[in-house]
Every structure is written in structure tokens, then in C-alpha cells.
Nanobody, 117 residues
Framework: QVQLQESGPDLVKPSQTLSLTCTVS??????????WSWIRQPPGKGLEWMGA???????YYSPSLKSRTSISRDTSKNQFSLQLSSVTPEDTAVYYC?????????WGQGTQVTVSS
């Protein structure tokens, strides 16, 4: 069973870069046809897909966030990371990492990030 755990700061100042890491256990981020995503949910709103990292290293981003988003990986640690630049209070949300294995989807528990001065 794949397990995912988000980590990172819970408070970020406006204009700074939000950085989160997802640590994966029970499965490798390089396994063929597995996809690894970041998804967020602002307060009172629905889920928003931000972007994904494919098993071979390709990236896919939401058009609305593409200019500010970067997803990378550290295969030695079996981790993938999110960076969101130039944050504003509208980026306040619960951030989730997610694994799509084709036959099943796994979620991390989520981490609350607040953007405030």
C-alpha cells in the first residue's frame, strides 16, 4: 500500500515561494505509469489540481498556475516537491499530494498552508 506524507511550512509570507515535499513509501515514484500530483483546496472551495509529475520525469501543470508552479523529484529519497512562487493570500489552502497508480489513487493527509504577513 502506498503512503504519502506532505511536509513543509504552514505559514508563508506574501510574495514568497511556498515549498512542500511529499515523501512516498510503499511504492517507487519511478514505477512505470505512476503519476504523482499536487492538489489543493482553498477554504470553502473545491479541489484544484495544480500539476503532476510522471514516472519518467515529465511535468504537467494547470494552465492557470503554470507560470508560478514547479514540481520536481528526488528519486534517491523517493520524494517529489512543489514550489509555488509569488504567493498571495488566495493561495491559502490545504495542499495534498496524490498518487495515481492507474488501478487506485492514494492521497496524503494534507497540510494546511496559510499565506499571511
Amino acid at each position: 500500500q502506498v503512503q504519502l506524507q506532505e511536509s513543509g511550512p504552514d505559514l508563508v509570507k506574501p510574495s514568497q515561494t511556498l515549498s512542500l515535499t511529499c515523501t512516498v513509501s510503499g511504492g517507487s515514484i519511478t514505477t512505470s505509469y505512476y503519476y504523482w500530483s499536487w492538489i489543493r483546496q482553498p477554504p470553502g472551495k473545491g479541489l484544484e489540481w495544480m500539476g503532476a509529475l510522471a514516472y519518467e520525469g515529465s511535468n504537467y501543470y494547470s494552465p492557470s498556475l503554470k507560470s508560478r508552479t514547479s514540481i520536481s523529484r528526488d528519486t534517491s529519497k523517493n520524494q517529489f516537491s512543489l514550489q509555488l512562487s509569488s504567493v498571495t493570500p488566495e493561495d491559502t489552502a490545504v495542499y495534498y499530494c496524490n498518487a495515481d497508480l492507474g488501478y487506485r489513487i492514494y492521497w496524503g493527509q494534507g497540510t494546511q498552508v496559510t499565506v499571511s504577513s
